[in-house]
C-alpha cells in the first residue's frame, strides 16, 4: 500500500526552480525513496532516489530530510517537458515493489 | 538507463476472449518483473509480480485464474487477460529491475487494453 503524500497539483513558470515535496514519515530505515515522473499515454520515468544522502544527478536533485520522514525533489530550471505526474514511492531497494500514490502533477507556465 | 518494451502497444478486442501482452527488457536481463494497471486519471496500481523460472505473486484483491503471467525467460514476462470484460479495459503497464548493473526499475511505454 502506498505509503507517501503528495500534494495533488503545482504549478511552476518555465525556466524557475520547482520544489516537489513528499511525506513518508512511516519509512523504515532501510527503505529507499524513489521519485518517477509520467507523461500521459507513457509508462513512469525514472527521475532519482536515495537513502540517507543528498542526490544529484543530471535531472534533478533529491534533498532528504535528516529524520527522513520527508523529501523533497528540486527540478532547478523548469521547462515545458517538465510538466508530468511525480510519483515518490518508498521501497525496500531488494524487493522494489512499488506501491505507488497518487502523485503531484506539475504544470509549467511559459 | 535500460529499455523495456511492450507489445502490442494497443489492442481492442471482444468481450469473453483473452488477451496477452509481452513485455520484454531489451538490453538486460531481469529476473523480476511488475505488472501495474492504470485507470483514466488514477495512479498505477501493483498488480503482480513475477519470477522468472517460478508462479507469480498477486497483490492481494487480483484474481490469478483471470491475469495470467508467465516470466519465460529473463527477457519475456506476459500478461494473459481471460475472458475479458468491459471492466478490463484499462492501461498495463510492465516494469523490468533491480538487475546486476540497475537497482531501479525500468517500465514499459504501456498497452492499452479497451474490451468492447
Known amino acids: 500500500d502506498a505509503k507517501t503524500t503528495q500534494p495533488n497539483s503545482m504549478e511552476s513558470n518555465e525556466e524557475e526552480p520547482v520544489h516537489l515535496p513528499c511525506n513518508h514519515s512511516?519509512?523504515?530505515?532501510?527503505?529507499?525513496i524513489h521519485w518517477y515522473r509520467q507523461l500521459p499515454s507513457q509508462g513512469p520515468e525514472y527521475v532519482i532516489h536515495?537513502?540517507?544522502s543528498n542526490v544529484n544527478n543530471r535531472m534533478a536533485s533529491l534533498a532528504i530530510a535528516e529524520d527522513r520522514k520527508s523529501s523533497t525533489l528540486i527540478l532547478h530550471r523548469a521547462t515545458l517537458r517538465d510538466a508530468a505526474v511525480y510519483y515518490c514511492?518508498?521501497?525496500?531497494?531488494?524487493?522494489?515493489?512499488?506501491?505507488f500514490g497518487s502523485g503531484t502533477k506539475l504544470n509549467v507556465k511559459p | 538507463g535500460a529499455v523495456v518494451s511492450q507489445h502490442p502497444s494497443r489492442v481492442i478486442c471482444k468481450s469473453g476472449t483473452s488477451v496477452k501482452i509481452e513485455c520484454r527488457s531489451l538490453?538486460?536481463?531481469?529476473?523480476?518483473m511488475f505488472w501495474y494497471r492504470q485507470f483514466p486519471k488514477k495512479s498505477l496500481m501493483l498488480m503482480a509480480t513475477?519470477?522468472?523460472?517460478?508462479?507469480?505473486?498477486?497483490e492481494q484483491g487480483v484474481e490469478k485464474d483471470k491475469f495470467l503471467i508467465n516470466h519465460a525467460s529473463l527477457t519475456l514476462s506476459t500478461l494473459t487477460v481471460t475472458s475479458a470484460h468491459p471492466e478490463d479495459s484499462s492501461f498495463y503497464i510492465c516494469?523490468?529491475?533491480?538487475?546486476?548493473?540497475?537497482?531501479?526499475?525500468?517500465f514499459g511505454p504501456g498497452t492499452r487494453l479497451t474490451v468492447l
Open positions: 516494469s523490468a529491475g533491480p538487475s546486476e548493473f540497475y537497482n531501479e526499475q525500468f
Open positions: 513475477s519470477n522468472e523460472g517460478s508462479k507469480a505473486t498477486y
Open positions: 512511516t519509512i523504515s530505515g532501510t527503505d529507499y
Open positions: 514511492i518508498e521501497a525496500k531497494n531488494n524487493f522494489n515493489k512499488f506501491y
Open positions: 536515495g537513502l540517507t
Open positions: 538490453d538486460f536481463q531481469a529476473t523480476t
